[in-house]
């Protein structure tokens, strides 16, 4: 179903959920209106999911659209308050060309945490904040969505009462959209009151574009804590500003670093507040004592290929966080998003054995099971042709989205009371290995077929 153009008349919105619960919204488009879902009072434990949500206004002049348009800034999903619901779910969906892509947390709420979830969403050309948390979020939850191309990625300005958990999300290419101001993966500057506890956990942040840096604290604002452990913060200014010194922030083993040389953290108005290497950001702030300053080795940021190489120093850097990456592999937890799982791939036949008659032909399928973010193409070859078969292999090069046909005829003249078996052995080449696989054939001999008994 389409929703478009619901604009008329004062806090216009497609679909209005008002002591609503137990919805699931799904599979819809939300087209240009002013907004697309609004959630109130009672609403609880709705699933929003598997939708797209756009407009037009990413590229409207900031500073015009916050001093004339302000009621457009509520984007594609909006909680008013007062919310008392809880258990909210909003997944899988795609908001795109916003002002700002859409709100998960209400101005008031009840005595109770919301309980929000946030989770799979992709988020790109937004104008302002890709997604905004500025209310009372207890217990939000948003992890492994995707932002890109949007001036602040997360805007946490400001969540009242908390927690609030970031968790493996992407965050790159900030500082977008018609405006002079820096971008940032998450926003904490606010002239409100005080957000509570802030925890980011595994976060990839990659500010791309020029002048930006991998994480910006501003003032003002007040916070009960910034909790950050295993994050990538990449700039192309600095990969920590922080105009904030008086609120407290916890950091460590975290990826700092910037492409911008000489420079790595600017950390107050002090007089060493440009604090170049590691060593002495540590030494004056006592922050990131286990932090890393290296080039974090994405695969490839041309095709936004966030996975780490498998020799990205940040493989096995990070700390084990009980609840959070219990599923790491290899000796410790990684930094950034995405758990290197290594690059690889085993061949697959299908069947992975046949009985034919002596003269007959049989097929096989072969395919590839990857692992990781294996991308190679695979040399295919087979073991020495046994007497008295013919095997066509067709190709015998394939990609992780191809298959190949193994073809055996064989040549005896029948009957053949006594059978034969064969093995064909497989081998599969590519940069990153080798890997084999058997298939087994049978020709000729005798069947015997047993009764079905029942009882």
Known sequence: ???????????????????????????????????????????????????????????????????????LETGGLRFYGPTTGRGNIIRNNIFHDYFDGFGACPETAGEESIEVDVYNNLVYNAGDDGMETDGVCSNLRIWNNTFHDVLIGISLAPTYVGPTYAIRNLIYNTGAGNNDYPGSPFKFNSGYDKSGPMYLFHN???????????????????????????????????????YNTSQPVSLDYDDLYTSNPN??????????????????????????????????????????????????????????????????????????????????????????????????????????KTTGFFTDTV??????????????????????????????????????????????????TATSGTESQSVLLIVGGKRFFLPLAFR
């Open 204 to 242: 990839t942040s990659n500010a791309g574009l020029p002048g930006n840096n991998g994480l910006d604290i501003k003032s003002p604002g007040t916070w009960d804590q910034i909790y950050a452990r295993n994050n990538i913060w990449a700039g192309t200014d600095f990969a920590i500003n922080n």
């Open 379 to 428: 040399n295919l070859s087979y073991s020495a042709q046994p007497a008295g078969l013919l095997i066509d292999l067709n190709p015998a090069v394939i990609t992780t989205v191809g298959s190949a046909t193994l073809t055996v005829t064989d040549t005896h003249t029948p009957p053949m009371e006594n059978g034969l078996a064969f093995t064909i052995n497989l081998t599969g």
């Open 1 to 71: 179903m389409t929703f478009r153009h619901y604009g008329n008349g004062d806090y216009a919105k497609a679909i209005y959920l008002n002591n609503a619960s137990h919805n699931l919204i799904q599979g819809c488009i939300f087209a240009n209106n002013d907004l697309g879902i609004g959630l109130k009072r009672a609403s609880g434990e709705n699933l929003i999911e598997n939708n797209e949500f756009y407009d037009s206004d990413f590229n409207w002049p900031w500073d015009s659209f916050k001093e004339y348009s302000s009621y």
């Open 263 to 368: 420079e790595l953290v600017y950390w107050g108005d002090g007089d060493n507040r440009h604090m170049r290497t590691l060593s002495s950001f540590q030494n004056q702030t006592g922050q990131e004592h286990h932090g890393l300053n290296q080039i974090p080795g994405f695969v490839n940021i041309n095709t936004a290929n966030y996975n780490l190489a498998m020799t990205s120093p940040l493989i096995d850097a990070g700390i084990y966080i009980p609840g959070i990456n219990d599923s790491y592999h290899a000796a410790k937890p990684d930094i950034g998003a995405f758990e290197y799982e290594g690059s690889g791939f085993e061949l697959v036949v299908q069947p992975p054995n046949l009985a034919i008659e002596p003269g007959m032909m049989a097929t096989f399928q072969i395919s590839l």
